[in-house]
């Protein structure tokens, strides 16, 4: 019988092709994994270190802060602390953004702010004012004190969107002052012992 080239290369093909199955045979498994919720089997902790060359675009300055957070067990809150110090402007408020690195982009929560600055806090959320080139803020996030961004797929009260985005290193910690209102300075926040 006069094998025709056609057939070759169709068996050719066919062969390659099944070679390929045990790569997209888990394919499913990674997407539809378990939610990052179910990952967890304690608290989560997360900092950052806060700079100008942090932010987008740097900035130098001689201010500097550190950020360090705990989901609980059960994923209803967020334990913080924020200090920073020595910025060159007065601080007028600080949040934390959803945004990757090298990006810019809406706020998720408040640590600070006030009434009177070039941007105050939304009607009904309540935050201490900051300090002037120094400040402390302690204290925890709940789902109430989620505010989106819902462009960035986090609605208002939206918990777990805002820790699946802390967790996944897509959130970063900025402090805003007079002397550089889009922000003096600002940190990637990530798990500890990540190098990020």
Same mark, same amino acid.
């Given at each position: 019988?006069?094998?025709?080239? $056609?057939?070759?290369? +169709? $068996?050719?093909?066919?062969?390659?092709?099944?070679? #390929?199955?045990?790569?997209?045979?888990? %394919?499913?498994?990674?997407? @539809?994994?378990?939610? #990052?919720?179910?990952?967890?089997?304690?608290?989560?902790?997360?900092?950052?270190?806060?700079?100008?060359?942090?932010?987008?675009?740097?900035?130098?300055?001689?201010?500097?802060?550190?950020?360090?957070? +705990?989901?609980?067990?059960?994923?209803?809150?967020?334990?913080?602390?924020?200090?920073?110090?020595? +910025?060159?402007?007065?601080?007028?408020?600080?949040? $934390?953004?959803?945004? @990757?690195?090298?990006?810019?982009?809406?706020?998720?929560?408040?640590?600070?702010?006030?009434?009177?600055?070039?941007?105050?806090?939304?009607?009904?959320?309540?935050?201490?004012?900051?300090g002037a080139g120094e400040g402390v803020f302690e204290g925890t996030f +709940?789902?109430?004190?989620?505010?989106?961004?819902?462009?960035?797929?986090?609605?208002?009260? @939206?918990? %777990?969107?805002?820790?699946?985005? #802390? %967790?996944?290193?897509?959130?970063?910690?900025?402090?805003?002052? #007079?002397?550089?209102?889009?922000? %003096? $300075?600002?940190?990637?926040?990530?798990?500890?012992?990540?190098?990020?």
């Open positions: 019988m006069k094998k025709h080239p $056609i057939q070759g290369l +169709t $068996i050719a093909v066919v062969l390659s092709l099944l070679q #390929l199955l045990p790569v997209f045979a888990g %394919e499913d498994d990674f997407f @539809e994994g378990p939610p #990052l919720q179910k990952m967890a089997k304690g608290p989560v902790k997360l900092k950052a270190s806060l700079s100008g060359f942090n932010e987008v675009p740097a900035f130098s300055t001689t201010g500097r802060g550190r950020f360090k957070a +705990t989901i609980n067990k059960d994923r209803t809150e967020v334990a913080y602390i924020l200090m920073y110090e020595m +910025t060159e402007g007065d601080v007028f408020m600080a949040h $934390i953004h959803i945004g @990757e690195r090298h990006t810019n982009s809406g706020i998720i929560v408040w640590f600070c702010g006030a009434q009177g600055t070039p941007f105050p806090p939304p009607a009904g959320v309540i935050v201490p004012p900051c +709940t789902a109430s004190d989620v505010l989106g961004p819902a462009n960035r797929g986090i609605a208002p009260g @939206e918990f %777990e969107s805002f820790l699946q985005a #802390l %967790e996944a290193g897509a959130t970063y910690v900025n402090v805003h002052s #007079l002397l550089e209102p889009p922000g %003096e $300075i600002r940190g990637q926040i990530h798990g500890h012992g990540d190098p990020r």
